[in-house]
């Protein structure tokens, strides 16, 4: 490793071995006992880096492969990146697959902060914005289940997404991956079940739910604003505390054989279903 230049702003290092601390680093970030620790997570991809800085997020570190790095969006990313003071690595091809494990690796990987916000906040935060959607996931399991969500509320104009109880982590790589960008755009908020249910009682609006058993035609359910849409878990759905915090249970009628609809799948046909009206559909 030879460090190319540094100046007060950022530092940028040329990084040929997959032995370098930095690079040890960021590939520890695969765990999640790592991420949960440093409180960082990785982003593959250039147009997913890129993203996030227009979003205002942050870069700590960004790597590149060197072959690249005169790529005018690479430039451009790796500008931004250093006048922030971010850690900007050069590395080889060989150095990059290591980060990524995938047989076409991602030319560029940022490495962000994770960002989570409080109940307590969320009802301000709601308001200041002039939302009037908020999605929360009760112990989602799968990470794409959860990426595909999350960038599903963005599409639909959701303003917030709650994570409730013991959930997989969305700043895991494939549920970041999942969200192609959304995770930059909507802000995640965590609670313990019991941390939710007693604040569901100060939430102004109405929240609406999913449930297979005695619930109504979801196309029929008109929630008063600003609507909390609360999606259970993917076995065994939402628990009975749960169901009964909610104003309305609704299902999805099913005409074939499926037992149910994917958790996704199912979010995203109740998140447009009550935002058509805003959505003019």
């Known amino acids: 490793m030879s460090e190319s230049r540094a100046q007060k702003n950022g530092l940028i290092k040329e990084i040929t071995a997959v032995s370098n601390q930095h690079i040890k680093d960021i590939r520890a970030l695969e765990r999640r006992k790592v991420r949960n620790q440093t409180g960082l997570f990785m982003a593959e991809g250039l147009q997913l880096v890129a993203f996030a800085l227009d979003a205002g ?9 060197k072959n690249i790095k005169t790529h005018e969006l690479v430039e451009k990313v790796a500008s931004k990146v250093y006048a ?3 850690l900007i690595l050069e590395v ?5 697959s290591k980060l990524t494990h995938r047989d076409n690796p991602q030319h560029v990987i940022g490495v962000f ?5 409080t109940l307590s906040d969320l009802a301000t935060d709601i308001a200041t914005a002039g939302g009037d959607m908020v999605v929360a996931m009760e112990g989602v399991k799968d990470p794409g289940n959860l990426g595909t969500t999350i960038r599903t509320a963005d599409a639909v104009g959701a303003s917030a997404l709650v994570l409730i109880g013991e959930t997989t982590d969305p700043f895991s790589l494939e549920a970041v991956r999942a969200t192609m960008g959304s995770v930059f755009h909507i802000p995640l908020y965590r609670a313990t079940s019991e941390e939710f249910l007693t604040w569901r ?11 297979l058993k005695g619930a109504v035609d979801y196309r029929k359910v008109k929630p008063k604003d ?8 993917e076995k065994s759905g939402l628990n009975d505390a749960f169901a009964n915090a909610c104003d309305h249970l609704v299902k999805i009628p099913m005409d074939g054989r499926a037992e149910s609809l994917n958790l996704a799948v199912s979010t995203g046909i109740t998140l ?10």
């Not at 080889?92 to 990059?96: F, G």
């Not at 009682?201 to 449930?211: A, I, N, R, Y």
Request: hydrophobic share 35%; proline share 4%.
């Open 57 to 65: 997020w942050e870069a700590e570190t960004l790597v590149y492969a």
């Open 201 to 211: 009682s100060s939430w102004p609006g109405e929240m609406v739910g999913t449930h």
């Open 84 to 86: 922030k003071g971010g």
């Open 113 to 117: 902060r994770q960002r989570y916000g």
């Open 272 to 281: 447009f279903r009550l935002r058509e009206g805003k959505l003019g559909l």
């Open 226 to 233: 600003p609507v909390l849409v609360l999606m259970g878990n």
């Open 92 to 96: 080889s091809e060989q150095v990059l």
